[in-house]
């Protein structure tokens, strides 16, 4: 009778322990399929891949979730005290078996997890037969991408004595010159190389949708892929605590449905450079608008939509230029531009720190800006006055260039 007895009781246990294991699955299952409702839209092909590599990761931690959860609710009811009992409880000493199945079960879960995760992770750095390389570059608080476009893509027609030095070269020498966006753009299914440099301190590549994310790291370049394969516009996002203006250090990517788009913004983009307007003011606006420089990430400028807030606001900069900072530097406001561009630590306006990078003129420096796009801009910035006149005096440009630095 008694053996009978114990057998149906082991018989119960063993059932328990089923259905407790069958119970904790399901639960895991369920948190791993509900939390990626709250996850952005999946815009590229590796980012399925990494979906399904996190939620694989999300059921089994869930499943541990409930276990550890479900023994500890288990335990505050059935051993908790009688009233009255003050007694310690039961001196319980090692079980070999629970330590063994404790140590198994994990090292075989860790091992699953990293033959998995590897896996995902060499396919997602693959490199593409047909991919198309992009160079991003983070600065304080701004991204810009660059694109190489080939000499033979320029149109016949273009006045090559009007453009800037280095289209100049490019075409001569049948090779490349880079056009920049504020944007990122590409298309469904083309398969994408970032570069990434910074031009200044670490920042983080990470647009959510695509889950990719890099480090960009000061004196290097890093790399990294991915496929788009749904159309529409993305945020891309700094990771990487920068400075004051991280929060706002965002861009957006945008894919077009299909190459034709692409290239009819593409070829738009080559036109603005390849055809620069003869005038200084409205090419200066392009050369700014285009973000090739970062001045958008630390001033604001409302005529261009800038609003960034750890460099002095540029509205009506050029009647300040004029009045306040003539008084105070002795300079003309066409020179107090000019050279604030490439002596931004001589130039601080008060209440403001040296972040601003020192562009030079000559190619091969950091920060380079050709004289030409500092004129550009100078003549541009000058216009930015109460009643739109310049506030400047651009013949005097070239003789201040010449005699300084
Ligand atoms: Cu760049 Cu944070």
Not at 235 to 251: N, S, T
Not at 316 to 323: Q, Y
Request: aromatic share 8%.
């Amino acid at each position: 009778m008694n053996s009978g007895k114990s057998q149906s009781t082991n018989n119960m246990t063993v059932l328990w322990i089923i259905g407790a294991f069958l119970a904790l699955i399901i639960g895991g299952v369920i948190i791993a399929q509900a939390t990626p409702l709250l996850f952005p839209p999946q815009g590229s092909a590796e980012s399925l891949q990494v979906d399904d590599l996190f939620k694989f990761m999300l059921a089994i931690g869930g499943a541990i979730f409930l276990l550890v959860q479900g023994a500890i609710v288990y335990s505050v009811i059935r051993f908790r005290a009688k009233p009255g009992d003050l007694s310690d409880g039961a001196n319980i000493h090692g079980n070999a078996t629970l330590e063994l199945v404790w140590t198994a079960i994990p090292a075989v879960i860790v091992l699953v997890l990293t033959v998995y995760s590897y896996q995902v992770w060499v396919s997602t750095r693959e490199i593409k037969p047909n991919e198309q390389t992009v160079y991003g570059r983070g600065a304080r608080f701004v991204w810009s991408f660059s694109y190489d476009v080939p000499a033979s893509s320029v149109p016949s027609d273009v006045e090559v004595d009007k453009l800037p030095p280095n289209i100049q070269d490019a075409i001569t020498n049948d090779s490349s010159f880079p056009i920049t966006s504020r944007e990122l753009h590409t298309f469904v299914g083309q398969p994408i190389k970032m570069v990434l440099d910074t031009s200044d301190t670490l920042h983080a590549f990470w647009i959510p949708a695509m889950r990719m994310k890099q480090d960009l790291i000061s004196g290097r370049t890093t790399e990294i892929r991915f496929t788009p394969i749904q159309a529409g516009e993305f945020p891309v996002v700094c990771a990487e605590l920068c400075g004051g203006g991280h929060g706002d250090m965002r861009a957006s990517i945008i894919v077009h449905a299909d190459e034709t788009e692409y290239l009819s913004w593409f070829s738009d983009q080559v036109n603005l450079v390849v055809y620069p307007p003869d005038d200084p003011v409205l090419r200066g606006e392009q050369v700014l608008a285009s973000g090739q420089y970062p001045c958008s990430g630390c001033h604001t400028l409302t005529a261009l939509s800038w609003a960034g807030i750890t460099g002095p606001n540029l509205n009506g900069i050029g009647d300040r230029a004029a009045t306040v900072r003539s008084a105070a530097t002795g300079e003309t406001p066409e020179e107090y531009i000019h050279r604030s561009l490439y002596h931004p630590a001589e130039y601080l306006v008060p209440g403001f720190g040296a972040l601003m990078p020192q562009f030079q003129p000559d190619a091969g420096q950091p920060n380079f800006m050709p004289v030409d796009d500092n004129k550009a801009i100078v003549a541009y910035l000058c216009t930015q006055t109460a009643t739109g006149e310049s506030a400047c005096d651009l013949s005097n440009l070239d003789a201040i260039i010449a005699a300084g630095d």
